[in-house]
């Protein structure tokens, strides 16, 4: 099993910054793309900014020159620098992560965090 825990969130003014961080732990042989989604009220789910083992990343348009997707592989954690964030930035930020948990199948499963809320202030 993958155990993924989110931190950073909170409340922040318009304009201001946050830094969300997910620690990926478990019974891991490798992780390809890590990345953070977020859902506000009303809404689906949406991507924000995934990120794979080799460090290429993509980034929805919406924040795209304003948040920064990082990735430390050997501590199996993403970061997600939020600047400049915006009333409509305002949602709960899950992390995700395709985890393979075998040694012998080469097979990648799903993981998601338990989200971390994220509310911008105008």
């Known amino acids: 099993q993958v155990q993924l825990v989110e931190s950073g969130g909170g409340l922040v003014q318009a304009g201001g910054s946050l830094r969300l961080s997910c620690a990926a732990s478990?019974?891991?042989?490798?992780?390809?793309?890590m990345g953070w989604y977020r859902q506000a009220p009303g809404k689906q789910r949406e991507l924000v900014a995934v990120i794979n083992s080799g460090g290429s990343a993509i980034y929805a348009d919406s924040v795209k020159g304003r948040f920064t997707i990082a990735r430390d592989n050997a501590k199996n954690t993403v970061y997600l620098q939020m600047n400049s964030l915006k009333p409509e930035d305002t949602a709960v930020y899950y992390c995700?992560?395709?985890?393979?948990?075998?040694?012998?199948?080469?097979?990648?499963?799903?993981?998601w965090g338990q989200g971390t809320q994220v509310t911008v202030s105008s």
């Open positions: 478990g019974t891991i042989f490798s992780i390809n793309v």
């Open positions: 995700n992560a395709g985890a393979r948990t075998s040694t012998w199948e080469i097979k990648f499963d799903d993981y």
